[in-house]
T-cell receptor
Framework: AQSVTQLGSHVSVSEGALVLLRCNYS??????LFWYVQYPNQGLQLLLK??????LVKGINGFEAEFKKSETSFHLTKPSAHMSDAAEYFC???????????FGQGTRLTINP | GAVVSQHPSRVICKSGTSVKIECRSL??????MFWYRQFPKQSLMLMAT?????????EQGVEKDKFLINHASLTLSTLTVTSAHPEDSSFYIC?????????????FGPGTRLLVL
């Protein structure tokens, strides 16, 4: 069965600092991997996705994530945090051919001025 | 592209009444739509998967007679919470998978906040 673990339910960084949100997955087959962002009282917005092409995936708002099969990880990074990045971030995995997404517990990102 | 809308965005109802939430894919055809429930400060919990023209598949522990799902067209799915009770108060989010998508990408609606008094 698939599962996703996001290390750290809450991450706090200073404005301009590096953002690193961790995600590890468990899947018996090569997965599809996703990062979504959720602002308060809103739905989820797709940041980026890994679909077996390049292992370094670039997304919107300056975010990127690297698929590392050996580490079963798909960590999300952004070189310089902006106040508008404050939100909840969800990592998700699905198996190819499967319909369901399995979500991690979420990481709340806080940006300090 | 890939915009999903939900209506209403917020609803308050009395205990015992039924509430219908609509989910529409605005600029693409969605063969599959999903309904999630999210409690405060928690992740999304998949309630059911609905495929156009067929019965929804409910996750374990979700009462299908209480949460009625209809997916009558490639752009519309509805969730009806029947005989709502205060414990049904939650944030309900739908998503839609694009028909031509090869990467299982789900696009999410903005959510509906339900408060049952």
């Amino acid at each position: 069965a698939q599962s996703v673990t996001q290390l750290g339910s809450h991450v706090s960084v200073s404005e301009g600092a590096l953002v690193l949100l961790r995600c590890n997955y468990s899947s018996s087959v090569p997965p599809y991997l996703f990062w979504y962002v959720q602002y308060p009282n809103q739905g989820l917005q797709l940041l980026l996705k890994y679909t077996s092409a390049a292992t370094l995936v670039k997304g919107i708002n300056g975010f990127e994530a690297e698929f590392k099969k050996s580490e079963t990880s798909f960590h999300l990074t952004k070189p310089s945090a902006h106040m508008s990045d404050a939100a909840e971030y969800f990592c998700a995995v699905s198996e190819r051919g499967a319909q369901k997404l399995v979500f991690g517990q979420g990481t709340r990102l806080t940006i300090n001025p | 592209g890939a915009v999903v809308s939900q209506h209403p965005s917020r609803v308050i109802c009395k205990s015992g009444t039924s509430v219908k939430i609509e989910c529409r894919s605005l600029d693409f055809q969605a063969t599959t739509m999903f309904w999630y429930r999210q409690f405060p400060k928690q992740s999304l919990m998949l309630m059911a998967t609905s495929n156009e023209g067929s019965k929804a598949t409910y996750e374990q522990g979700v009462e299908k007679d209480k949460f009625l799902i209809n997916h009558a067209s490639l752009t519309l799915s509805t969730l009806t919470v029947t005989s709502a009770h205060p414990e049904d108060s939650s944030f309900y989010i739908c998503s839609a998978r694009e028909r031509t998508s090869g990467a299982e990408t789900q696009y999410f609606g903005p959510g509906t906040r339900l408060l049952v008094l």
